[in-house]
């Protein structure tokens, strides 16, 4: 098993940028492809980003594409989400997950593991 614990969410202004992080112990964390998952208000949480464990494959929701990174640090089993040029629209909280995938998965069905999530709110 392996717990996953989020952080870095806030409240910012539309065009700012925030850095999400997400530790992960337990289980070996760098066999693993990781993702990131947002609920917004109202809506079923859907994928967002996702990376395997090398960083060599990386895939992204259409609407966050160009504006959020992810990326990871093995040494820290920790992964990121580098959210720029954010938008009232992104506004949900951000859950980090964990799958047994080594390749990148976008369905929430295939990750096993979740943190307990960061809320972020984009104002106007």
């Known amino acids: 098993q392996v717990q996953l614990v989020e952080s870095g969410g806030g409240l910012v202004r539309a065009g700012d940028s925030l850095r999400l992080t997400c530790v992960a112990s337990?289980?070996?964390?760098?066999?693993?492809?990781r993702g990131w998952f947002h609920r917004a208000p109202g809506k079923e949480r859907t994928f967002v980003a996702a990376?395997?464990?090398?960083?060599?494959?990386?895939h992204y929701a259409d609407s966050v594409q160009g504006r959020f990174t992810i990326s990871s640090d093995n040494a820290k089993n920790t992964v990121y989400q580098h959210m720029n040029s954010l938008k009232p629209e992104d506004t949900a909280v951000y859950y980090c997950?964990?799958?047994?995938?080594?390749?990148?998965?976008?369905?929430?069905?295939?990750?096993?593991?979740w943190g307990q999530g960061t809320q972020v709110t984009v104002a106007t």
């Open positions: 337990g289980r070996t964390f760098s066999t693993y492809a």
């Open positions: 990376i395997i464990s090398n960083g060599d494959g990386l």
């Open positions: 997950a964990a799958t047994d995938f080594s390749w990148v998965v976008t369905s929430q069905d295939n990750y096993h593991s």
